[in-house]
């Protein structure tokens, strides 16, 4: 790979660090968030919530448009979105507008963790392509440790709109670094018929270390013009592969964002000091970082779909196991980390599929779609949580409710396995 391609992979797994710093920071500010405005467990839910409520809007409207605009320029204002969201969170003095600004992050974030993700499977060989779409994926639990950390400093000397400020002012900075260095998408450039298209493809293959063509290649004859994207994702040769990836990323992610968002809370209300509690979601995600990168080792020698189907069933046992010994601080940290390591791990899997299953023409929309349904079943889960809590129910019940979910995507992925298409 030429370095102008590992940097775009370094830019992917940069942004996506952000990305997990900026929606993660939610779950570690929760306690102070709902000291400052007195707020219930079902009121902390729904702010929980909007950030991913955001991020379905975001990757179902916005992400698309990469697909028509560019990855690029639909990268910037993603960006643009998440910072303005971001530094408004931190000087909104009620619940509402703080919310709204929250859906504002979110939708930025599912804008652009898309076309990340899309952007990183094009500019990568095969040969390293589920290495590097993993790496990217270790970004966001990477982000959401250093949200951990930062948020216990920045809490304890300056309050909880701190974080969010520094959030901010990261987001910004990647902006002109973004607008200068990231190129475009050359897959998304190939799909272009404009008057200076093979320039542009020529100034991309050049920054790659390529000799320049001298006319652009004839569209694959898959690429309909007049049918639209959306109803491609049910064309028949990919319907089936189109409804079981919406199944099991809907219910992993339903099961990922309860564990993220309600951990640290969960186990500050059963006993623990709010440190302890944010070294939980710490713990987390530095599961995550390695199950990422164990997950994209793996994969070189394995079967992917067979692989994250295994993370899921083990990561059903480390969910059970917690729900019985987390108030052992110990014991409920290694069960964390245990938990983080295969979750993310079958994220992470599961984003590394995602491109494979559509072409180039309708990747954008296709991840873009697949992800935002995703985050309906993320924006659902603290709902659901909050409002259980607040309806009496145990904490152990809980985790053991939301592992049902790893069950059902774990069922979708061994039927996806043989309903796949080949990859463009």
């Not at 949200?147 to 002012?169: H, P």
């Not at 339903?254 to 564990?259: R, S, T």
């Amino acid at each position: 790979m030429s370095g102008t391609q590992k940097l775009v992979v370094a830019f992917a797994i940069v942004l996506h660090m952000l990305d997990g710093f900026d929606i993660l920071v939610m779950s570690f500010t929760a306690t102070d968030i709902s000291a400052t405005w007195g707020l219930s467990d079902s009121q902390l839910g729904v702010l929980l919530s909007s950030g991913l409520i955001g991020m379905a809007l975001g990757s179902v409207f916005l992400a698309p448009l990469a697909d028509k605009f560019g990855r690029r320029n639909l990268i910037l204002l993603s960006l643009s979105f998440i910072t303005a969201g971001m530094l408004l969170s931190s000087v909104s003095q009620n619940m509402v507008l703080f919310a709204v600004m929250r859906l504002l992050t979110g939708f930025g974030i599912g804008g652009i963790l898309v076309n990340l993700n899309v952007i990183t499977a094009e500019f990568t060989s095969d040969k390293w392509r589920t290495l590097c779409l993993t790496l990217f994926a270790s970004g966001y639990p990477l982000g959401a440790i250093l949200s951990g950390g930062i948020a216990v400093i920045l809490i304890a000397d300056f309050g909880w709109r701190a974080v969010f400020l520094f959030g901010g002012i990261c987001s910004g900075v990647m902006i002109p670094m973004v607008y200068m260095l990231l190129p475009e998408s050359l897959d998304y450039l190939l799909g272009q018929r404009r008057s200076d298209t093979l320039e542009k493809v020529n100034k991309v293959l050049g920054r790659m270390g390529h000799q320049p063509i001298v006319e652009l290649p004839e569209l694959p004859a898959t690429d309909s013009i007049n049918e639209s994207k959306l109803r491609q994702l049910f064309s028949p040769n990919i319907r089936r592969s189109t409804i079981l990836f919406w199944i099991a990323i809907f219910a992993v992610l339903f099961n990922f964002y309860f564990v993220m968002s309600w951990t640290p809370r969960l186990l500050t209300a059963a006993g623990l000091s709010a440190e302890q509690g944010i070294s939980g979601g710490v713990a987390l995600n530095l599961g995550g970082i390695i199950g990422s990168l164990t997950l994209g080792y793996l994969a070189a020698f394995l079967n992917l779909q067979r692989l994250i189907a295994v993370f899921m069933l083990l990561a059903i046992v480390f969910t059970v196991a917690f729900s019985q010994f987390y108030t052992e601080l110990i014991i409920a940290l290694v069960l964390a980390t245990g938990i983080g390591f295969m979750l993310n791990a079958a994220v992470a899997g599961l984003f590394a599929l995602g491109p494979s299953l559509y072409p180039v023409s309708i990747r954008s929309t296709g991840m873009g779609w697949a992800i935002g349904i995703g985050r309906v079943g993320a924006l659902i889960s603290p709902i659901v949580a909050g409002s259980l809590l607040d309806n009496g129910w145990e904490t152990a019940s809980l985790y053991n409710l939301f592992a049902v979910s790893l069950l059902i995507s774990m069922v979708s992925i061994f039927i996806i396995k043989r309903a796949a298409p080949q990859a463009p």
